[in-house]
């Protein structure tokens, strides 16, 4: 359950590049939040790919 509201949580961006000690810390922060993105777009193609060979081999 904790897992699933860290998740949730709105990470202010804003303030933490406001709050960044350089400007390669706000690479990392853009990293960091293409992250979740990245992931989602990932397992949704893996599951496109699995059920198109599934309805294929069929």
Do not use: C, T, W
Request: aromatic residues 10%; glycine residues 4%; hydrophobic residues 45%.
């Amino acid at each position: 359950m904790n897992l699933l509201v860290s998740l949730l949580q709105e990470v202010n961006i804003e303030e933490k590049l406001k709050n960044a000690p350089d400007d390669n810390y706000s690479i990392g922060v853009f990293i960091g939040s293409m992250i979740p993105f990245v992931v989602l777009v990932i397992i949704a193609y893996l599951v496109y790919r699995y059920n198109k060979k599934r309805v294929k081999d069929e």
